[in-house]
């Protein structure tokens, strides 16, 4: 199957030609994405890509060759698992959230140095909150997400508040597109990226990066823009 036809397989298309979202929150992340975070921050394997779909982030990690790269999603396709393009990673089907995590799927993994995901939205918290606990001390954790990510946070304070291991926010400068017909809805992304701190967590503050929109992403074109049903604030 072309890759264009993997991506349609995951979404649902209405009558009425309307995207609908896939009822795990599968979205593939434009490569241009990954690649904007990997060509400014350091990262280094063994890379946890977790919620990782059909590969787009596992694929752009092994393509910068930053070592050992796992895929873990609840579902995994076919086709995902026998790509070529993904023939250098380990790929397991695995609930990241599983409360009996550290016994089902925690042994089948080395030390995880870093965390590299585009999370399903209505489960990010808990998908970054996983994600600290995995990666070693020093280790990153570094997720796609709404910019909203930041505000209306009370629920978020562990992840964004003062003290936290939040360390940098990569702004992207063009809206991506996760549909296969190009469009974007109306929320501002970027990269956030936690490095696992001491107990106590960081005394310093986290730093922001407003990333150039890449030539002709076509993400930022108004008269492309599709509010998706659930809106831009159902994260936790
Ligand atoms: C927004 S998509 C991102 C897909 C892929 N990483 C990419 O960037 O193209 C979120 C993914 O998380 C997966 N997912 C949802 N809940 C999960 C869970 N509890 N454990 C593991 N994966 C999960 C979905 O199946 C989906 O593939």
New binding site residues.
């Given amino acids: 199957m072309s890759s264009t036809g993997r991506k349609r397989a995951q979404l649902a298309l209405l009558p009425g030609g309307e995207y609908v979202r896939h009822e795990?929150?599968?979205?593939?992340?434009p490569t241009w994405c990954a690649d904007a975070l990997l060509l400014r921050e350091p990262i280094h394997g063994p890379v946890l890509?977790?919620?990782?779909?059909?590969g787009?982030?596992t694929e752009v990690l092994l393509a910068h060759q930053v070592g050992d790269v796992i895929g873990?999603?609840?579902?995994i396709l076919h086709e995902t698992s026998s790509a070529p393009e993904l023939q250098d990673a380990l790929l397991l089907v695995?609930?990241?959230?599983a409360e009996d995590w550290e016994r089902s799927w925690r042994p089948l993994l080395p030390a995880v140095h870093a965390v590299v995901?585009?999370?399903?939205y209505n489960?990010a918290p808990d998908f970054i909150r996983r994600a600290l606990d995995l990666v070693e001390p020093g280790g990153k954790v570094c997720a796609l997400l709404r910019l909203n990510f930041l505000g209306s946070s009370r629920a978020r304070m562990d992840l964004v508040g003062y003290d936290c291991d939040l360390r940098r926010v990569y702004v992207l400068g063009a809206r991506p597109s996760f549909l296969p017909n190009g469009k974007t809805d109306s929320a501002e992304f970027a990269w956030f990226v936690w490095e696992r701190g001491p107990a106590m967590g960081w005394t310093s503050q986290a730093t922001i990066e407003v990333i150039p929109p890449p030539a002709r992403a076509g993400g930022d074109d108004d008269e492309r823009q599709l509010e998706l049903p659930g809106g831009a604030d159902d994260e936790g």
Wanted: charged share 20%.
């Fill in positions: 795990r929150d599968y979205y593939r992340t890509d977790a919620g990782c779909g059909t787009a982030i873990m999603d609840i579902t695995h609930d990241f959230l995901m585009n999370p399903p489960q």
